[in-house]
Nanobody, 125 residues
Framework: QVQLVESGGGLVQAGGSLRLSCAASGRTFSTYAMGWFRQGPGKEREFVAAITSSGGSTSYADSVKGRFTISRDNAKNTVYLQMNSLKVEDTAVYYC??????????????????WGQGTQVTVSS
């Protein structure tokens, strides 16, 4: 069982930066692949980024590639999402998720068994 708690959301102007954190409980964090998803107002939940358990492989949605960076610190049981050059359309609730398939870095929500409660990111123009 893994419990996930996101933090770091807030209000930022377009062009600004935020770093989201997701702290995981349990001793098995290093065996889980991790992902970030988001859900904007009136939109479906969508994939943002993912990272394998070792951190050796990452993937990104086209909409955030080159602006967002996913990373993890297994010693701290934490995964991060560094968000730069934020746009109004990045406004959403951001969720981290854990997959027991340590080599997975894909975008399918069904591959992720554990989800955090979400953190709000609002980008103003």
């Amino acid at each position: 069982q893994v419990q996930l708690v996101e933090s770091g959301g807030g209000l930022v102007q377009a062009g600004g930066s935020l770093r989201l954190s997701c702290a995981a409980s349990g001793r098995t964090f290093s065996t889980y692949a991790m992902g970030w998803f988001r859900q904007g107002p009136g939109k479906e939940r969508e994939f943002v980024a993912a990272i394998t358990s070792s951190g050796g492989s990452t993937s990104y949605a086209d909409s955030v590639k080159g602006r967002f960076t996913i990373s993890r610190d297994n010693a701290k049981n934490t995964v991060y999402l560094q968000m730069n050059s934020l746009k109004v359309e990045d406004t959403a609730v951001y969720y981290c998720a854990g997959s027991p398939n340590r080599y997975y870095s894909g975008s399918s929500p069904t591959a992720y068994n554990y989800w955090g409660q979400g953190t709000q990111v609002t980008v103003s123009s």
